[in-house]
């Protein structure tokens, strides 16, 4: 059975958020995690355009995560905390994020993103052009880089792809070179 068949079974042919049942679409949750069906969600145009836009988030729409938060399937529990943590200073989501429940793992994945941090306190990753990299992106290298306590080199124009961020400094990323993961200093990459 294919993925998209899968999930429109497990939705129910509705938005997994918003209960919407036009113009559905499977969703990827960045950075996948589980590399299963629950990496993935079933969601309407209106949910996916403001989960990817935060200047145009309705926060009356997300009123609907009062009920979807308590969704079983991960993906779900992901964007609800992420869209919850978005809106919180408008009151009644900070109300719904104290009931919310995610196991470790989860919570790590949530915030993964930086979804829900302070912009003052969010550590920005940006490529040797200053375009902001995100957890997911791919990236190229613009220069040969010797692995440390390696005999690799990580040649220039390697493509490494789905990066996780180092949520401490803006100067590093993770990402997988010829099988083997390795921390990147980011002015040595361009975002693809």
């Given at each position: 059975m294919s993925l998209e068949r899968e999930i429109n079974k497990r939705s129910g042919s509705n938005c997994e958020l918003c209960s919407s049942?036009?113009?559905?679409?499977?969703?990827?949750?960045?950075?996948?995690?589980?590399?299963?069906?629950?990496?993935n969600i079933h969601a309407c145009s209106t949910c996916i355009t403001q989960i990817e836009d935060s200047a145009v988030t309705d926060a009356n729409?997300?009123?609907?995560?009062?009920?979807?938060?308590?969704?079983?399937?991960?993906?779900?529990?992901?964007?609800?905390?992420?869209?919850?943590?978005?809106?919180?200073?408008?009151?009644?989501?900070?109300?719904?994020?104290?009931?919310?429940?995610?196991?470790?793992?989860?919570?790590n994945w949530a915030?993964?993103?930086?979804?829900?941090?302070?912009?003052?306190?969010?550590?920005?990753?940006?490529?040797?052009?200053?375009?902001?990299?995100?957890?997911g992106d791919s990236v190229v290298l613009i220069k040969d880089l010797p692995v440390k306590g390696s005999s690799m080199v990580a040649k220039r124009g390697t493509a490494v792809r789905r990066v996780s961020l180092d949520h401490e400094n803006a100067e590093f990323i993770e990402g997988k070179v010829n099988g083997i993961q390795i921390v990147i200093i980011t002015k040595y990459v361009k975002k693809i």
């Open positions: 049942s036009e113009n559905l679409q499977v969703y990827a949750i960045t950075p996948q995690k589980l590399g299963n069906i629950n990496d729409h997300w009123r609907c995560l009062n009920d979807s938060m308590w969704s079983e399937v991960s993906g779900v529990k992901i964007i609800a905390w992420r869209m919850l943590s978005r809106l919180k200073k408008e009151g009644w989501p900070q109300d719904l994020l104290d009931m919310m429940y995610l196991e470790e793992e989860e919570l915030q993964a993103t930086g979804e829900g941090e302070d912009p003052e306190d969010k550590v920005i990753h940006r490529d040797s052009n200053g375009v902001v990299i995100n957890a």
